[in-house]
């Protein structure tokens, strides 16, 4: 596959991508694609180079059972909306989720127009990610119980969710649009760079509107809007929980940089 195919972009999903998109039909696009497609760094993990141009971004996430991180899953994201006459631009953001330190500019999310009206559209923050688009005014946005908003701070944006009574933040939007070649340098260090947490640890992520699934290294968590189970996997259960709960094809006997000392 070497270009966007709106018919296999549908049958992944499991719904169609309709001719007019409106905000109805943006959001059940948005929430589709993030319980259907999950994020994760697999690629990283088997020392391979990550490609974020249109045509390797829609053979690896519509080409077979993968998924991907940000530059992937909203580079993938944007070609949908813009094959249906959305306006959409990518933008840089610092994420905060987790961060004592400020972060470099390795996140990257997407601006829609949707009848004259600003939203967030995000399906690659793995299991932090909106389940649906937030409008860019400052109101809040139920999704399914959670509850996510976005909010200026000086020239950024900072997305935040709804947390044991608390506004928390996730990320802080750049202002500007950068080109593809800034999305470049940051997926280039985000895969290769040493100390990455890409680099450091395996990862699988994916959202659903009851229960989002966190596996990171051998640590399992579901995280629905009552309570958390966390649980910690055997070596051997690695593969089965990639296949069965993240829905990704992985080969026996693979193995993985942050866990096997001889990947």
Known sequence: MS???LAVYAARLGIAVPGVVDLPALQRLHQAHVGAIAFENLDVQWRRTIRIDVASVCAKLLGGARGGYCFEQNTLFR???RARGVAVTAREARVRAGATSRRARTHMTLAVIIDGAAYLCDVGFGAYTPLQPVPLNGEPSRQHGWVYRVVPEGSLLVLQWQRDGAWQDLYA?????PGDIDFEMANWYTCTWPDSGFVQTMTAQRATPAVRYTLRNYTL?????DASFV????????VPVLRGVFGLDVPDGAKFRALDSDA
């Open 221 to 225: 968590t579901e995280d629905s809007r």
């Open 79 to 81: 070609e949908v909306l």
């Open 173 to 177: 939007i750049e202002p500007g649009e």
């Open 231 to 238: 649980r910690t996997l055997r070596r051997e259960e690695i």
């Open 3 to 5: 270009d966007l195919d």
